[in-house]
């Protein structure tokens, strides 16, 4: 069947646009045909001639459709106008934007104006039906589902007052057209109740087919200048709808046209209505529909979860798969971490144990080296006495011989005052000297912690030198110094930087001790190292290294001398590492040379650099 009718409206729609090649241009008004699309056509064609009639160039066609062919034709782009039901026009108006442009009038036989309502009626001999409220559990007819009069004015009252027709009634059921059907089979006692839009009883009266007094009217409204019984409220009649595309002037014409159109007009006769008003208010209308929950409000209802989940099913379901992923995520995230964290602070406990049981034990280390480093230079310091008391005798034997001389100057009367003063001079001088002797000895055997500072490498070496002098005589050997002019200071402890120089000149001597012609020569070098820092050298023309262990020298203990320790080398070398440099022995040719690095001072802050850098040059 709508397959037939959409066939139908394909051919009226292509012989349409056959038409507008030549002749006057085709206009085309879609209409509801509820009853059958020659009955539309009879009954609307006399309207579209009488428009042809007064629009001039055009010629107007009656496209009789369905409902559900409503929607789909107004989207084709093939009509211009819609005449159609009041309740189906706020559907499209909705949907497809139709506007209308006249109120039909109701006919002018029965004076209805352009209004209507629907009447909800039983027999009046069913005592047990007086009110719609007497309604629950009957069995109730209709036009049709979607009738606008012919159902949904009456479901509206039923609902207000209470009664839900698709659960309260035993059954619902339509007539279809002719709408007739629906007060024989309450009249028959077929159906327990009725309805369908107004002036339908009193036509039916008139025309003698049904004796309208049987039936009750059930809640009965009155209308001032409305003659029909009524149950419900008052709605507009069908309009005349243009839309949206139509060619605005077309519009406005066609409107004349219809307000001009005499109530007693053929076409007004034809199509049983009183001719065209100004368009009514259809804000009722969308009121129903709105409390209704159907047509343009249809998803308006009550939001349940149902239907959440049938229209925003899918959207939920990916937002439920990213919630739950980044729980997962995030769960997992949280327990990786909290396991890392576990992990790391017992590595770190473990770590901070070992470092501070290795900075515990580097303490101690550091401790002991010191102590027997102390003990070293005491005891080399002792070894050393009778060199140091001869290095001491010297000065003082001096001091002597000036104080006896001036004395006697004095005692003669002979002494000019600038010869006792240059007497008393050359004591002072002596008494310093022995004073600096004295004061490196004490530097030597002091107990300090050590410290790092910058040592100027030149004066320390000389004053070593100075310290062995006695040392090397009594040995019958010479010390020769060979210092790079531009020596620049290292970083160091300058005690234990003269203890490693001690130690080594010491056992150059020791070396040279032994050899028996020619001369012995200790010989201290000192260089700038590329690094900045110096290379130290104390080499000999003693035996060199004992054969066979050349390595072994540096071990604790390790000692070919009779009266030795075999510490100084080991000593000697764990300063030289502590403070970051390398002490190595190797044979020169002859003897023995040892040789040590000492780092550089570090570049200082910007401000200081300037002093330092002066102070060295
Ligand atoms: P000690 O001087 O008490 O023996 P050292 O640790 O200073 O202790 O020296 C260890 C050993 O290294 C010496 O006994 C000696 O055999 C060897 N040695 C050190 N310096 C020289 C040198 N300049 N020439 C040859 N042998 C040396």
Redesign the pocket.
């Known amino acids: 069947m709508i397959r037939l009718a959409a066939g139908l409206l394909l051919v009226l729609l292509a012989a349409g646009q056959a038409a507008a090649a030549d002749g006057p241009v085709p206009v085309r008004i879609a209409v509801l045909a509820f009853r059958g699309a020659e009955n539309a056509l009879n009954r609307w064609s006399p309207t579209a001639d009488y428009l042809s009639a007064r629009v001039p160039g055009h010629r107007f066609q009656i496209l009789p459709l369905s409902l559900e062919q409503m929607g789909p034709a107004l989207a084709g782009g093939g009509v211009d106008f819609v005449l159609t039901n009041t309740g189906n026009y706020v559907a499209l108006e909705g949907s497809h934007g139709i506007s209308r442009i006249a109120t039909m009038r109701s006919p002018a036989k029965v004076e209805a104006g352009n209004v209507f309502g629907a009447v909800i009626f039983a027999r009046r001999d069913r005592a047990d039906i007086r009110a719609l409220g007497d309604l629950k559990g009957k069995s109730f007819m209709g036009v049709q589902h979607d009738g606008f009069g012919g159902f949904q004015m009456a479901w509206r009252e039923l609902k207000e007052a209470g009664i839900d027709p698709f659960t309260d009634f035993s059954s619902v059921t339509f007539s279809g057209f002719p709408q007739d059907e629906v007060a024989f089979a309450v009249r028959d006692g077929r159906v327990d109740a009725g309805t369908f839009r107004t002036g339908t009883l009193e036509n039916m009266d008139l025309e003698g087919r049904i004796d309208m007094d049987i039936f009750r009217i059930l809640a009965p409204k009155s209308y001032s200048g409305f003659p029909f019984l009524v149950s419900t409220r008052l709605y507009p009649e069908w309009p005349f709808a243009k839309l949206r595309r139509t060619d605005p002037e077309l519009a406005q014409a066609v409107a004349i046209a219809l307000l001009s159109m005499p109530a007693d007009d053929p076409a007004a006769v034809a199509g049983n209505y009183g001719g065209w008003t100004v368009p009514l208010d259809y804000q009722p209308v969308h009121d129903l529909f709105r409390e209704l929950r159907i047509g343009p409000y249809e998803h308006l209802g009550e939001i349940t979860i149902g239907e959440l989940v049938r229209q925003w099913g899918h959207w939920g379901l990916v937002i439920l798969v990213i919630l739950v992923g980044s729980l997962v995520w995030a769960a997992t995230t949280e327990r990786l971490v909290a396991r890392r964290t576990r992990e790391l602070s017992a590595a770190n406990l473990e770590l901070e144990r070992q470092i501070a049981a290795r900075l515990r034990a580097e303490g101690q280390a550091r401790r002991r080296r010191a102590e027997l480093s102390h003990m070293h230079r005491v005891s080399t310091m002792g070894e050393m006495a009778s060199g140091l008391a001869h290095e001491l005798n010297q000065p003082l034997a001096a001091i002597g011989n000036y104080a006896r001389g001036g004395l006697r100057r004095l005692r003669g009367g002979g002494g000019t005052s600038d010869q006792i003063a240059e007497a008393l001079e050359r004591i002072a001088a002596q008494g310093d000297r022995a004073a600096a002797i004295i004061k490196r000895i004490r530097g030597m055997v002091r107990k300090d912690a050590p410290v790092r500072a910058p040592v100027p490498v030149s004066q320390v070496v000389r004053e070593v030198a100075e310290l062995m002098r006695a040392e090397a005589e009594r040995q019958k050997a010479d010390i020769e110094l060979d210092l790079d002019d531009d020596l620049p200071q290292v970083t160091g402890d300058v005690v234990q930087v003269e203890q490693v120089l001690l130690?080594?000149i010491?056992?150059?001597l020791?070396?040279v001790s032994t050899v028996s012609a020619g001369v012995r020569r200790v010989t201290v070098r000192g260089r700038r190292a590329p690094d900045g820092g110096a290379v130290i050298s104390?080499a000999?023309n003693?035996?060199?290294?004992?054969d066979g262990a050349p390595g072994?020298?540096?071990d604790?203990f390790?000692?070919?001398?009779e009266?030795?320790?075999?510490?100084?080398?080991?000593?000697?070398q764990s300063i030289v590492q502590s403070h970051g440099g390398r002490l190595t022995?190797r044979n020169g040719r002859p003897?023995?040379v040892?040789e040590f690095t000492l780092p550089p001072v570090p570049p200082a802050p910007e401000q200081d650099a300037e002093g330092r850098g002066n102070g060295e040059s």
């Open positions: 130690n080594l010491r056992n150059g020791d070396a104390v000999d003693g035996p060199g290294l004992p072994a020298v540096f604790p390790f000692t070919t001398k009266r030795g320790l075999g510490l100084g080398l080991s000593i000697s022995a003897g023995a040892f």
